[in-house]
């Protein structure tokens, strides 16, 4: 027998707060990273048009009165050609047994193909416990209904999905709808993460993410999967005055060939002034301080597949 509250009914009832982990997992540049910085409302995780462009879990914190939505942005899940690729896919694999929700991200202007076959096999053998949402993104890139209704078809096709929800971050479609069925599935708890605070990712590897994303700009096909980037020092110059700082950077940019390097560095190091140019600002947004960006390129010889250059690099 249940007593009634005069003046309250189960709709007025406060919600219990929610909290928890939701990993964006997909094959490279489905569009995962992107979709992380949307709902987060700024940009924690590195974009780039070239595939394989995030290589490690990124933490973006979503806060709402109700609750706290941690996204991990991870690698894109692919079939391994190098000791790097098969540790970037160790880190997704770990994190999906880590996580409260996943959200398998799977384009909508390109066909369904192995890699999201091979994903959505890989998602099958998760623990019923762990619901997945399919998320069809880049529907901005689809401008005929009947094609993107398609699409959805076919990812229903792929698996098992909590949802499927098709979505744009570049034009907000649908954004804020995922972020209330991502926070419908999260278990009741309390907050994580502080008020305000939108990433956990440190800010050494932050800067080195924000020069290796202005270095991938405009360059080769090769290059992408060749380049590293690793932070020597941070250090405020020591003969500034309190009201005039400057942070001092220096940061190396590892390649595989002698022939990357050219192309990183330019003709007369154009290409290399122009990366410490944009990369700069990125920086000086992100850390509130005026920097001197002190910018080297080095060659380590096949550093994707050594163990030792691997373990250098943080991987």
Not at 101 to 125: H, K, M, Q, T, W
Request: contains cysteine; glycine residues 8%; hydrophobic residues 40%.
């Amino acid at each position: 027998m249940t007593t009634a509250v005069p003046g309250s009914s189960p709709e007025s009832a406060p919600r219990p707060y929610r909290s928890g982990f939701a990993c964006f997992v997909g094959r490279p540049n489905a569009g995962k990273s992107t979709l992380t910085n949307a709902l987060v409302g700024t940009k924690v995780a590195i974009t780039s048009g070239r595939p394989q462009t995030t290589r490690h879990a990124v933490r973006g914190i979503v806060h709402r009165p109700d609750s706290q939505l941690v996204l991990v942005d991870t690698p894109g899940l692919h079939r391994p050609r190098t000791l790097l690729g098969e540790r970037l896919n160790d880190v997704v694999r770990a994190t999906l047994s880590e996580v409260d929700i996943v959200g398998f991200c799977v384009p909508a202007n390109e066909p369904a193909g192995r890699g999201d076959r091979y994903i959505a096999d890989e998602l099958s053998r998760l623990p019923p416990r762990t619901p997945v949402v399919a998320i069809v993104t880049k529907t901005d890139l689809v401008s005929d209904r009947d094609r993107l209704g398609a699409r959805l078809l076919e990812v229903a096709g792929l698996g098992e999905w909590a949802e499927i929800v098709p979505v744009s971050a570049v034009s907000s479609y649908q954004v804020d709808v995922l972020a209330d069925v991502l926070v419908g599935l999260l278990p009741e708890g309390p907050p994580l993460y502080p008020d305000g605070e939108l990433t956990d990712e440190p800010e050494q590897v932050m800067v080195a993410e924000l020069v290796r994303e202005a270095a991938l700009e405009g360059v080769r096909d090769e290059l992408p999967h060749s380049l590293a980037v690793a932070v020597e020092e941070m250090i405020p110059r020591p003969d500034r005055p309190a009201d005039r700082p400057l942070l001092d950077v220096h940061v190396i940019l590892y390649v595989e060939r002698p022939s990357q390097k050219a192309i990183i560095i330019g003709s007369k190091g154009e290409r290399l002034k122009a990366v410490g140019t944009q990369a700069r600002r990125q920086i000086e947004a992100l850390l509130g301080t005026p920097v001197f960006l002190d910018l080297h390129v080095k060659v380590a010889k096949d550093w994707q597949r050594d163990p030792r250059q691997l373990r250098k690099l943080g991987f």
